[in-house]
């Protein structure tokens, strides 16, 4: 709970003038309560990352194990990551100002959700393609990394006003894009 109240006054306030106190009486505690279960208003802060991570990542994860091809995988992959992204800017706005500044927190995120994902995207990967495209020129971290560095790229489009709908029709592209690498054609 305290975490879904920071969440909330992290993203109508901002981080900086949310207090530990702002915090306790939303949440309807004690600043002691608070301070139980978290050292200070980053560590809420880092919590309420790793949550927002979870929640575009869970689904990342059951697409990406779906026995669909590979192509139609990556697409319907960068669609649904966007669509996703574009969910937590709708919950907390602030996202966005911090984006185009290019704030240390913004970089902290994006650097946790490519971790996360690259963990749901190498599998992907090794499941897909034969043994005959990987080689000590081309890895399986190489084709993930790759693939993610194409969809990392279309996430500045959210600071644009249409930027949602462009950032997923450029997805797509990048996910035809590395199809057509792999198959050669």
Same mark, same amino acid.
């Given at each position: 709970?305290?975490?879904?109240?920071?969440?909330?006054?992290?993203?109508?306030?901002?981080?900086?003038?949310?207090?530990?106190?702002? #915090?306790?009486?939303?949440?309807?505690?004690?600043?002691?309560?608070?301070?139980?279960?978290?050292?200070?208003?980053?560590? *809420?802060?880092?919590?309420?990352? !790793?949550?927002?991570?979870? =929640?575009?990542?869970?689904?990342?994860?059951?697409?990406?194990?779906?026995?669909?091809?590979?192509?139609?995988?990556? =697409?319907?992959?960068?669609? !649904?990551?966007?669509?996703?992204?574009?969910?937590?800017?709708?919950?907390?706005?602030?996202?966005?100002?911090?984006?185009? =500044?290019?704030?240390?927190?913004?970089?902290?995120?994006?650097?946790?959700?490519?971790?996360? /994902?690259?963990? *749901?995207?190498?599998?992907?990967?090794?499941?897909?393609?034969? !043994?005959?495209?990987?080689? /000590?020129?081309?890895?399986?971290?190489?084709?993930?990394?790759?693939?993610?560095?194409?969809?990392?790229?279309?996430?500045?489009?959210?600071?644009?006003?249409?930027?949602?709908? !462009?950032?997923?029709?450029?997805?797509?592209?990048?996910?035809?894009? #590395?199809?057509?690498? #792999?198959?050669?054609?």
């Amino acid at each position: 709970m305290i975490i879904d109240v920071a969440a909330g006054l992290f993203a109508t306030m901002g981080l900086r003038r949310t207090s530990m106190e702002a #915090i306790a009486t939303s949440a309807g505690r004690g600043r002691r309560t608070v301070y139980m279960y978290f050292r200070n208003k980053a560590h *809420i802060y880092d919590a309420v990352v !790793e949550k927002e991570i979870r =929640q575009i990542t869970g689904p990342l994860s059951l697409l990406a194990r779906s026995d669909e091809e590979l192509g139609t995988v990556l =697409q319907r992959y960068g669609e !649904e990551r966007m669509k996703l992204l574009g969910d937590l800017i709708m919950r907390n706005p602030l996202l966005i100002k911090d984006f185009s =500044q290019g704030h240390s927190r913004i970089e902290k995120l994006r650097d946790k959700l490519q971790k996360a /994902e690259m963990q *749901i995207l190498i599998p992907l990967f090794k499941r897909h393609l034969p !043994e005959s495209e990987v080689s /000590e020129k081309m890895s399986l971290e190489d084709y993930a990394w790759l693939y993610m560095g194409m969809l990392r790229g279309n996430d500045k489009l959210f600071t644009r006003t249409d930027g949602l709908s !462009e950032a997923i029709r450029l997805s797509s592209i990048s996910s035809w894009m #590395i199809v057509r690498a #792999i198959s050669g054609s």
